[in-house]
């Protein structure tokens, strides 16, 4: 059974930056599509980016567009998430996720939790004001 590990999670102060990783031995990032989640407190996990098995156009969540990246290196089997000008509102448990490759999912115009699989424990990110 796959698991994601998630690490690189931290406090930092509004406007600061955090690089989350997660990676899986047993899983090659390079055939699956890849995702990173957040659960922010008192809410549903949600999407915050995602990027598809062919490498195409990632897709990510409006309220991150202009301050997050994701990325991988398939030949080290890790996924990124490079977060600039971090906000209070960005404070929550992240988690990554692999999706099945599919023709359907050349290029991600959503990023739903119901999607994927191989959650891990996740990494927290904290952001003060």
């Known amino acids: 059974q796959v698991q994601m590990v998630e690490s690189g999670g931290g406090l930092v102060q509004t406007g600061g930056s955090l690089r989350l990783s997660c990676t899986a031995s047993e899983l090659a990032f390079g055939d699956v599509s890849m995702g990173w989640f957040r659960q922010l407190p008192g809410k549903e996990r949600e999407g915050v980016s995602c990027i598809s098995w062919s490498g195409r156009e990632p897709y990510y969540t409006d309220s991150v567009k202009g301050r997050f990246t994701i990325s991988r290196d398939t030949a080290k089997n890790t996924l990124f998430l490079q977060m600039n000008d971090l906000k209070p509102e960005d404070t929550g448990m992240y988690y990554c996720?692999?999706?099945?490759?599919?023709?359907?999912?050349?290029?991600?115009?959503?990023?739903?939790?119901?999607?994927?699989?191989?959650w891990g424990q996740g990494t927290q990110v904290t952001v003060s004001s």
């Open positions: 996720a692999a999706r099945k490759r599919s023709h359907l999912t050349v290029v991600l115009t959503s990023c739903n939790t119901y999607d994927y699989y191989g």
